[in-house]
């Protein structure tokens, strides 16, 4: 049997860092592999001839020698998905459906593709691969409960052409403690955090070293869902990276209470971890409360993002506009706090209504959902909700007003010296890594600093730790990511005002 596996081309957005892979970061094409497709790889009959083709890296072949097409998928790649889906059906092709998006919605699928695999695929990919070779497949295959990760196989990295991507992607575990309403992780997951083996870990952080992947992103939808689990894990990390060199980067997302715990953090950095993206949402609480994100309310928000900074620990953030408490007013405050906070990749979306999330079930009682949206990408200046305290075109004016302040020069400068205040000691550079770095900063020069002109050379030269030269390759990687959203701003949200 000849599978092909497809990752359908993702909408540009603030998540492509479109600007920083093409001109800065020495031809990379995406920020991360298809990891979902290298583990449905990994899961099909060894005699299977597999082939991963990724739409954002490669063009598709338009008459591939295939047997069976597989298409995975996020929301944002729905309508790109669909498309393939039948355009490979209608060339006489036998197609598969899978992912989260298929997974929340299969019933969007019938006619488009022949099977949909809905839900974790350890289970039912085995299945549908039997029945195919038997000849009797079903339309929908669903996986009723959560998968035991422990059966959860090394993904096929090797399939995977890991050169073109910033980052390369693990998946320690799956699902999430917390019961916020806009988010979807719940309902695809579920609340009890399971985690891999430390062994399966193991393994997989082998065969990428061997393939030579240097940074590793570890997609969990909350890494410290379990704090012991995670604790024990991350001493595992320590002891890899001692083995091996330190030479692995680390990067995941997390909930904000990792700041309250001292022990937790000492042992993020001693494993090599050099970024968190956390969920801060809002500084509003009175928001953060009635959204069920009650982890944000336990202390000083700000006070903990500083927390982890002084561990020589990154804090990228996700912010949301548009709560039933939110007003014109929230924009400054949005504003004030990311500032003061130094958080420099500050995704900033509007209040989205993903289907089967509480949010969605309550806004569609309520008569608030716009269904003619699409739902997927939040930071496109879109939404599908009806909004509260303001219009729509207020909420809409004010998050495109919001993102140029914040994207102006003084203020990613003053974002980053906010930053650098509190930031620790950050792990020396491997000569390697020195001379990449040195290529990233004579690249940023020329093509992002110089073409600012002098108000932006000067700001960027203000924005430098000179007096702790190790924190500059902080400042130089913020320059990047900021200018990576300026000019998504201005080619997509900016044009449309």
Request: hydrophobic share 40%.
């Amino acid at each position: 049997m000849r599978l092909l596996l497809v990752n359908p081309a993702l909408p540009e957005s603030f998540w492509s860092f479109r600007w920083a892979l093409e001109r800065v970061l020495g031809g990379k094409r995406s920020l991360n592999p298809p990891l979902g497709l290298a583990t449905v790889a990994a899961l099909c009959p060894p005699h299977w001839q597999v082939t991963i083709v990724d739409e954002n890296v490669e063009p598709l072949p338009e008459r591939p020698e295939a047997d069976l097409i597989g298409i995975g998928g996020m929301g944002v790649q729905a309508p790109r998905q669909k498309q393939l889906l039948a355009q490979y059906r209608a060339a006489g092709y036998r197609v598969v459906a899978g992912g989260s998006y298929a997974s929340l919605c299969p019933e969007e699928y019938q006619g488009l593709a022949d099977t949909v695999i809905a839900g974790e695929a350890e289970y039912t990919w085995p299945r549908f691969c039997a029945d195919l070779e038997r000849g009797a497949t079903q339309a929908l295959y669903r996986e009723p409960d959560h998968v035991r990760l422990e059966d959860s196989p090394v993904p096929r990295f090797d399939l995977l052409k890991l050169e073109r991507y910033a980052t390369a992607t693990v998946q320690l575990s799956r699902g999430c403690p917390f019961n916020c309403e806009f988010c979807d992780i719940i309902v695809m997951f579920g609340r009890r955090p399971r985690y891999k083996p430390l062994a399966s870990i193991e393994r997989e952080l082998d065969a990428l070293r061997l393939l030579g992947a240097r940074k590793v992103f570890f997609v969990d939808d909350n890494f410290i869902g379990n704090k012991a689990k995670a604790k024990e894990t991350l001493r595992f990390l320590a002891g890899y990276q001692a083995r091996h060199g330190r030479r692995l980067r680390f990067g995941t997302e997390a909930s904000l209470n990792l700041a309250d715990d001292d022990e937790l953090l000492e042992l993020f950095g001693a494993a090599g971890f050099e970024w968190a993206f956390l969920g801060l949402e809002t500084p509003d609480p009175q928001a953060l409360r009635a959204a069920c994100k009650v982890q944000n309310c336990a202390g000083d928000m700000l006070e903990a993002v500083r927390r982890i900074y002084a561990r020589g620990i990154d804090v990228l953030a996700g912010f949301i506009v548009g709560f039933d408490q939110d007003t014109l007013a929230t924009f400054e405050k949005q504003r004030r706090f990311i500032l003061d906070s130094g958080i420099v990749v500050a995704m900033i979306g509007l209040l989205t209504a993903l289907p089967r999330t509480p949010l969605y079930e309550r806004l569609r009682r309520e008569g608030r959902l716009d269904e003619r949206v699409a739902h997927g990408d939040n930071t496109g200046g879109r939404t599908n909700i009806v909004p509260k305290g303001m219009s729509l075109e207020q909420m809409v004016a004010g998050y495109k007003k919001l993102y140029r302040e914040l994207l102006a020069d003084r203020a990613i400068a003053e974002r980053i010296r906010n930053k650098l205040r509190h930031f620790g000691a950050s792990p020396r550079l491997h000569r390697e890594r020195l001379t990449e770095a040195l290529g990233i900063l004579s690249r940023l020069l020329a093509r992002g600093i110089a073409s600012g002109g002098v108000p932006r050379a000067w700001y960027f030269l203000r924005s430098l730790p000179l007096t702790k030269p190790g924190l500059i390759h902080v400042a130089v990687n913020d320059w990047i990511a900021a200018l990576a959203m300026r000019d998504y701003v201005e080619r997509h949200l900016l044009e449309r005002a």
